[in-house]
């Protein structure tokens, strides 16, 4: 039987550990494959009634939503990568402060003390295996990061924590675990084994980087500036990645989306801000929502 790499920590239970063994042996990259096809059928009655239930058993209500019916999407992705109206998500108008690039749910918030990123009890990976590159983990060790995931009934876009100036990103193939808590807790390394893709930011406050984990059934990511990255999922070979246009992204605006839902990992550099309180694991957060400040 395949192994999990590393050993799990007891507050895995044996429930985790089963969901975390099976997907070693499910085909991650077909099922993503499959689920992409899926979600993009067109066909009037599939995708409406596929809207329908995903909105039942999710208890999702399009109040907030540009379009408030399954009939006004073209497809499942459509409706799930939907667009807000405006003013449903207001920026804390505060300058000094952080946003939450996503609506999620904090998973974890810390520092990274010897650059090593904590995942779950008993598990951490180091910033470098995250970000593919020593040299562009260097400036976050001794920094903080929170790690904050998107459940399927969240809102699927991603927004910029604070204005910045894209200067590097990188493409690093994976596999699609789930990054569900379940797997979390279970699967040692899971957000530095999975497909992602890294995006390094300067600001007036100093560096910062985005990180935009792909999951079981999460095969596809994209941003403003590249469009969709994947499909198709590379077994190999880390892609750098230097914009030939400048790619200038204001407070609050969109920088990339989930077609299905995973995880955005935010790391900052040392002495740059503080996390407030409401970045306890397991609090809810709303883009836009003060979620540090920054130091002087």
């Known amino acids: 039987m395949m192994k999990l790499r590393g050993k799990p920590h007891t507050d895995a239970s044996q429930g985790d550990l089963l969901f975390a063994r099976l997907q070693l042996i499910l085909p991650t990259r077909f099922l993503s494959w499959l689920i992409y096809l899926v979600t993009r059928i067109e066909q009037r009655a599939f995708k409406n009634i596929f809207i329908r239930q995903f909105m039942k058993l999710y208890r999702i209500n399009l109040a907030e939503a540009q379009h408030g019916r399954a009939e006004d999407y073209a497809s499942f992705n459509d409706f799930f990568t939907r667009a807000l109206k405006p003013g449903a998500r207001v920026l804390d108008p505060d300058l000094q402060t952080l946003l939450s690039p996503v609506d999620g749910t904090v998973s974890q918030a810390g520092d990274i003390p010897d650059g090593r990123i904590f995942q779950a009890k008993g598990h951490e ?19 903080k990061f929170t790690t904050i995931y998107l459940a399927p009934y969240n809102y699927h876009r991603i927004h910029m924590p604070l204005a910045g100036t894209l200067r590097h990103w990188v493409y690093v193939p994976g596999r699609l675990f789930s990054v569900n808590p379940a797997t979390a807790r279970a699967m040692p390394g899971v957000f530095a084994r999975n497909e992602r893709v890294c995006a390094v930011f300067d600001s007036e406050r100093g560096p910062f980087a985005m990180v935009l984990v792909g999951a079981l059934f999460v095969g596809s990511m994209e941003t403003v500036w590249a469009g969709r990255i994947s499909p198709p999922h590379k077994r190999s070979g880390i892609e750098h990645f230097h914009p030939i246009h400048p790619v200038n992204l204001e407070r609050g605006a969109e920088m990339g989306r989930f077609n299905m839902g995973s995880t955005v990992i935010l790391l900052t550099p040392p002495g740059m801000l503080d996390w407030q309180p409401v970045m306890a694991q397991g609090n809810p957060l709303r883009m836009g929502q003060r979620i540090a400040r920054f130091r002087s």
């Open 125 to 143: 990976y180091s910033a470098s295996e995250l970000l593919g590159s020593e040299e562009l983990a260097a400036p976050f060790k001794g920094g």
